[in-house]
């Protein structure tokens, strides 16, 4: 298992401006996803965030709305930038155990004014 | 679309009943899995299948998969007033490590 601590839990910005969403885990992963649920819809898939390397994005998302770091295999950060109102969703830190199980963050809520 | 389909999109049963929901999905898969969401936050895994197996049993939960079908179920017996959440499939394409989620149902379980 992996728990995960994810910070902000919850913010209000405005138009604009950025916010910057950490995601510690407990323990090593190779594997770490960034996902956006929208309220009262399904979690869509930002990125994998890939140790040592650029994350790799879904369509529909880019690296400069959504820089992400991963300095090592227990960090990673998502920057939602030039945030609209649009951008009002939770955001979900992820990561793949051994085991093939996805283990969640408890999300970070966020109201773009 | 990244996303696969569940239906029903929302279900209410009596406490005591049992709940079914359905997931299809587009692409090849390497196993699907289920998970749940309560208050809109963190998920929860609950069970995995792989490509080659059909059915699976965890406690109250029965999981079946026809690939030829690209499609999944989840049986949740003699429900309980907990069991009130969002449930969602997840699948995992042979592409890589991503994983997709289906749109989800909302159950409600009614004491």
């Known amino acids: 298992s992996a728990v995960i601590s994810q910070k902000p839990s919850r913010d209000i910005c405005q138009r604009g401006t950025s916010l910057t969403i950490q995601c510690q885990v407990d323990s090593q992963v190779t594997m770490m996803f960034w996902y956006r649920q929208q309220p009262g819809q399904s979690l869509t898939l930002i990125a994998t965030?890939?140790?040592?390397?650029?994350?790799?994005?879904e369509s529909g998302f880019v690296i400069d709305k959504f820089p992400i770091s991963r300095p090592n295999l227990t960090f990673s950060t998502l920057t939602v930038s030039n945030m609209s109102p649009e951008d009002s969703s939770i955001y979900l830190c992820?990561?793949?155990?051994?085991?093939?199980?996805?283990?969640f963050g408890s999300g970070t809520q966020l109201s773009v004014l | 679309s990244q996303q696969g389909e569940e239906d029903p999109q929302a279900l209410s049963i009596q406490e005591g009943e049992n709940a079914t929901m359905n997931c299809s999905y587009k692409?090849?898969?390497?196993?699907l899995q289920w998970y749940r969401q309560n208050s809109g936050r963190g998920l929860v895994h609950l069970i995995l299948?792989?490509?080659?197996?059909r059915e699976k049993h965890s406690g109250r939960l029965r999981v079946t998969l026809d690939t030829s079908k690209k499609s999944s179920s989840l049986l949740i017996t003699a429900s309980r007033a907990a069991d009130t959440a969002s449930y969602f499939c997840a699948t995992d394409p042979n592409t890589g490590n991503q994983f997709y989620f289906g749109t989800g149902t909302s159950l409600t379980v009614i004491p």
């Open positions: 299948i792989r490509s080659n197996e």
């Open positions: 692409t090849s898969i390497n196993n």
């Open positions: 992820s990561v793949l155990t051994g085991a093939e199980k996805l283990f």
């Open positions: 965030a890939n140790q040592g390397s650029e994350a790799t994005y």
